[in-house]
């Protein structure tokens, strides 16, 4: 990573990869120049560094350059003659494809969850690159969404414990903290719709509502949401008009009305205390209710610039307190019947000793998910799978933040990760 003072910057260049405040934050794509706004932004705000895993290029030399993506088994090349939205359209809908062939119920569970994580990455360029494209050019394409969407709706339903397992590992290559927040908080709301049954075709249309809940936020000073600085009054009141902002958006390209309406009201809350317009109850819409307890929960298990993330553990517990019923208690349920108490992808303590990991939910009891024994195998050099009970197997804590990641630096040791 490199480091770029603030004041060796000029308006309209560009870097050759994204520019981030710090490893989590990006202040801009690499396919946006620096703009005079931005570095205006930048010194009221006191940041007099940058970073970049790039370098600063014109633009000419920017455009001309052409990409072979490659991660691990899925292998998708670019094609230059499209435009950086239709690229990413076709790399992630060829990933989603490639993905059926390569997944087998008999596979090792890393080499799923290695491809779940591929296809994801996927996904999460096209997010980024329609954020960019409405960014840079005003433009969403509704059917384009509808049908990367509904590849994404199909995905998850055949590979739904790998997918949610795979939104607990850490080290996600996404940048961009609006696109990483949207990418989770859609794979979430989308597990949630399927858990209460809603058809496919709401199913697409909560999943893009999910996708651009946030859309409104790229109008507003990108420092009033990623700084950890305490908010004026006035800035606090930029930042909660961003539904409205984001309705608006939507409403001019003629979207459906239940997408629109998921979008302004997915701050709203069940006791009348959320924003922008203090509805209650049966007065919010379902694809909000829905929006608001997935994007939460994502939230609290992801880093900002103002906290640390907590475990999913922490972060189902918080959610299942509901305090001062701000959620719909059904969307809750069906968040934990997704999830399970300690949700997949988390580490548990048992009874008998042994660190396990959560691979599974187990539908007729959330407190005793199916999990795998960490650094354990059987004498066929198979994982040890065991169903949690309420005896030998019992779950007796979930591990801590810092246990946690000591664990998977163990595990990634042994998987040559390193």
């Excluded at 989603?96 to 087998?104: D, P, R, V, Y």
């Excluded at 509808?146 to 994404?152: A, C, E, H």
């Excluded at 608006?248 to 709203?268: A, Q």
Aim: net charge negative.
């Amino acid at each position: 990573m490199n480091t770029f003072s603030t004041d060796s910057l000029k308006p309209e260049v560009f870097f050759t990869a994204d520019l981030l405040l710090d490893k989590s934050f990006m202040l801009t794509p690499f396919t946006c120049p620096v703009t005079t706004t931005l570095l205006e932004e930048l010194k009221d705000w006191d940041f007099t560094s940058v970073q970049s895993d790039g370098s600063v290029t014109s633009s000419n030399a920017l455009m001309t350059e052409t990409q072979e993506v490659s991660v691990d088994t899925i292998t998708v090349e670019s094609a230059p003659e499209k435009n950086l939205l239709d690229q990413a359209f076709d790399e992630s809908k060829s990933s989603f494809e490639a993905a059926k062939n390569l997944i087998h119920a008999n596979d090792p569970e890393d080499s799923i969850l290695e491809i779940v994580q591929t296809v994801t990455e996927y996904f999460s360029n096209y997010v980024n690159a329609v954020y960019t494209r409405y960014a840079t050019h005003l433009e969403i394409d509704y059917e384009q969404l509808s049908i990367i969407v509904k590849d994404l709706c199909i995905f998850v339903k055949d590979n739904r414990r790998y997918v949610l397992r795979n939104l607990d590992r850490k080290g996600s290559k996404s940048r961009n903290f609006l696109v990483n927040h949207a990418v989770r908080s859609t794979i979430y709301a989308i597990s949630i719709g399927m858990q209460l049954r809603r058809p496919l075709s709401e199913l697409i249309d909560l999943g893009i509502a999910t996708i651009l809940h946030e859309i409104g936020m790229i109008k507003l000073p990108a420092q009033l949401y990623i700084s950890s600085k305490r908010l004026t009054p006035a800035e606090r009141r930029l930042l909660f008009a961003h539904p409205i902002q984001s309705y608006n958006i939507l409403k001019d390209f003629d979207f459906p009305l239940t997408v629109c309406r998921g979008v302004l009201e997915h701050h709203e809350r069940e006791n009348g205390t959320g924003y922008p317009r203090k509805l209650t109850a049966n007065d919010i819409s379902p694809f909000a209710k829905i929006i608001a307890v997935a994007c939460t929960f994502e939230a609290i298990t992801a880093p900002r610039m103002h906290k640390e993330a907590q475990t999913s553990y922490d972060a189902m517990v918080e959610m299942l307190k509901n305090e001062d019923r701000q959620f719909d208690p059904t969307i809750i349920k069906a968040l934990l019947s997704c999830l399970s108490l300690f949700p997949l992808g988390s580490f548990v303590f048992l009874a008998n000793g042994k660190v396990a990991q959560v691979i599974d939910i187990n539908p007729t009891n959330s407190r005793n998910p199916v999990v795998e024994l960490v650094l354990e195998k059987d004498k066929n050099g198979q994982a040890v799978i065991l169903q949690t009970d309420n005896q030998m197997f019992a779950i007796r804590r979930a591990l801590t933040k810092q246990e946690t990641e000591d664990i998977q630096k163990m595990i990634d040791k042994q998987n040559g990760k390193a």
